[in-house]
């Protein structure tokens, strides 16, 4: 479906990147590309460093060497706001909500790059400003009922099921307004039938809003299924690289991490 | 944001539920049907608020206010202060989480500000704007109402200044840092008698003579004396009418940004950090907006204080200040600009007043002796206090919405995350 990345094409490429903590490699030069449109999913056994490497995509890590480039701007280095206003969102493998928010409160916090207005125009109370809150407000509306928590504007996050405090993170998410979102373990904790509804909403996001995905996930239904390209990592170091398929087959995938999987 | 019915309001008391928890209920019920109560309530407060030299001070309920309680000018006008010192700190602990204990140190450099350029501290210069003096005085005399605003700006230079190194510290470190400072200001007065051979702030001895707020001869004479010249010792209303002025822009000011981008900011940064800047929230800057604010207010009161109390000395700024205005905030329901305001009015006339009436009344009791002062146990009765309102009421007097959510935590609605955490 996606031509091999060539430069242009690619919304995100990671280039050489390496972490080290102290004496720990956590992530040995790996190149990495996301090709614009696509769902890339990045998966290897734990501790093989998948979130190490997300939280130097998003600007949580400083990387130790290397670069990150995300739509022809050098983002190592940024902040992760920064990062966020550039267009990249993320959602946390361990659910970080604001949990004494709302849901609207959730999703609004999230448009905080996008909305103009200032302490000095709140204070005031002017026009333009209500007028942006209310289109905020509106719109977070709208955001929920797309993510699939219709009429939930007021429920405090931390009262959601579990299967709807991802949603939420999810909304929360695209609030940001992102051309790239990156997903860790969306689905973790979710039951067969959330989880194949889950993968359902990924495809539908790629498809309706052109927005391109990066996937960390156990889950090999969801992998194998939606994903265009598959990234493995094992030890810190990228050992495979390709369509869902070719990944499978590979000898040194099977032997560090689908080989248990797929027998156990 | 945080007073908006929520959707567990309508739901009926849940068996065996307290009358407080039913009352409650059933008042929100009533509130949500009847809009107007929204700006009643408020509007309603603000007419007794300005009223009170009429019905409490003297009139009708002056026995039991003014003479039973002891509010008087002097009362009302350092509960006044308190208020607004506890609203400006709420900022800063309440909706950003920041927990400042150091505030008296802004406090104090609004009093100075009064100072600088409000007294005869620099009496080689001879500057003069708008002043309401009767003589033309030596020194530097801007016009009070200009010095307040240059109080608050240089609160806020200041609030930045030392935001800046260190709230990219969390929670106790943060803590430790701004006590440091708390300490460090009132200490860089004392000792800035002699910098570089400039007498700053007239260390120990103090500053002294402070101009008072005026309206000058043309605008007391426009609008028929209502707005006084010049505000003297004799007569203490306007200085009252003018503090609650103050405070009630700060009210405003604390209710429109906690439901306005920032405050949003504000608690989510509180929440939790990392996901608030991964959400586009810079935190050094949602931060220091706050601190600055804070400060702000803590500006304001300080220079009307300093020009009330007519006398301004590094001794009156210590970190007792500090801990009182937190504790206000904390007892009345952080977060919450009505519970602040109810626990600083409580805890402000506790502190000045209260307590000395209460010593008299149990003084005056057969067999007490005549020089019982509870007063002064004043800090173990504050001390138990705050122990028993942890114990029985953590969430504070009038807490959010949201901090009631908060504390009712861990009460059999663990959710899967906290399982799994």
């Keep these: 479906m996606m031509a091999d990345g060539n430069g242009s094409k690619n919304i995100l490429e990671a280039v050489q990147v390496r972490k080290e903590f102290g004496g720990l490699i956590a992530v040995n030069d790996v190149d990495f590309v996301i090709p614009r449109g696509s769902i890339v999913s990045l998966i290897g056994p734990n501790g093989a460093g998948k979130t190490t490497f997300f939280n130097i995509l998003t600007g949580v890590y400083k990387p130790t060497a290397g670069g990150v480039i995300f739509e022809g701007t050098t983002i190592s280095g940024l902040p992760p706001h920064k990062v966020t206003a550039l267009g990249m969102a993320r959602t946390f493998q361990n659910i970080r909500l604001f949990h004494n928010m709302t849901a609207i409160e959730n999703v609004l916090v999230a448009m905080h790059s996008r909305l103009k207005g200032g302490v000095w125009s709140s204070i005031l109370g002017l026009p333009r400003l209500k007028r942006e809150e209310d289109g905020a407000h509106e719109r977070a509306s709208e955001l929920l009922a797309f993510s699939g928590l219709p009429g939930k504007e007021e429920a405090y996050a931390k009262n959601l099921s579990y299967g709807d405090q991802r949603r939420l993170e999810v909304a929360r998410a695209l609030a940001t307004e992102p051309h790239l979102l990156l997903l860790d373990e969306p689905t973790a904790g979710m039951n067969p039938e959330e989880t194949a509804n889950f993968t359902t909403f990924v495809a539908k996001l790629r498809a309706e809003q052109d927005i391109s995905v990066l996937l960390i996930e156990h889950d090999m239904r969801v992998v194998m299924g939606i994903s265009d390209r598959v990234t493995v990592l094992d030890y810190g170091e990228k050992i495979a690289e390709g369509e869902p398929k070719e990944v499978q087959h590979d000898e040194r995938v099977i032997e560090a991490y689908l080989g248990t999987a797929a027998t156990g | 944001m945080s007073d908006r019915a929520s959707p567990q309001a309508p739901k009926a008391p849940s068996k065996g539920g307290s009358t407080i928890s039913s009352w409650r209920a059933s008042y929100r019920r009533y509130r949500r049907d009847h809009k107007w109560l929204g700006w009643g309530i408020p509007l309603a407060a603000v007419v007794l608020a300005f009223s009170y030299p009429w019905w409490g001070l003297e009139g009708p ?220 929230v810079p935190l050094m800057r949602t931060k220091l907006w706050a601190y600055a604010i804070g400060a702000v207010f803590g500006g304001f009161a300080g220079a009307i204080y300093g020009s009330f109390i007519n006398g301004i000395f590094p001794t009156s700024f210590s970190f007792q200040i500090s801990v009182i205005v937190l504790v206000m905030v904390i007892v009345g329901g952080m977060g919450n600009i009505w519970g602040v305001i109810a626990g600083a009015m409580l805890i402000s006339w506790l502190n000045f007043r209260g307590l000395d009436k209460i010593g008299e009344r149990i003084g005056s009791l057969p067999g007490v002796s005549d020089d019982f002062s509870i007063a002064k146990y004043k800090f173990g009765i504050f001390g138990a206090l705050l122990v028993l309102m942890m114990l029985f009421r953590p969430e504070g007097l009038i807490p959010s919405t949201r901090r009631r959510a908060e504390f009712a935590e861990g009460e059999g609605q663990a959710t899967l995350y906290d399982a799994r955490a």
């Design chain 2, 61 to 280: 309920l002056s026995f039991i206010f003014n003479d039973g309680l002891g509010i008087d000018n002097d009362t009302l006008f350092i509960m006044s202060i308190y208020v607004m010192l506890a609203l400006g700190l709420n900022v800063v602990v309440g909706y950003a989480g920041l927990l400042d204990l150091g505030y008296v140190a802004f406090f104090a450099l609004g009093a100075y500000t009064l100072g600088w350029f409000g007294s005869g501290l620099f009496s080689q210069r001879d500057v003069h704007f708008l002043d309401t003096n009767a003589a033309r005085l030596p020194g530097i005399h801007l016009s009070f109402w200009v010095v307040v605003l240059l109080a608050g700006a240089i609160c806020a230079f200041a609030g930045i200044l030392i935001g800046w190194p260190t709230l990219r510290l969390r929670g106790d470190y943060l803590a430790i840092v701004t006590l440091g400072f708390g300490e460090i200001i009132p200490d860089v007065f004392r000792n800035g008698d002699d910098v570089g051979g400039h007498n700053l702030t007239n260390g120990v001895r103090g500053v002294t003579q402070l101009d008072r707020p005026g309206f000058g001869q043309s605008i007391s004479d426009a609008t028929g004396g209502i707005l006084p010249v010049r505000y003297t010792s004799l007569e203490l209303r306007p200085w009252y009418f003018t503090v609650l002025a103050m405070m009630l822009i700060t009210v405003f000011v604390n209710l429109r940004l906690r439901d306005s981008k920032m405050g949003r900011a504000w608690i989510a940064v509180r929440e939790d950090e990392i996901a608030a800047s991964a959400m586009g």
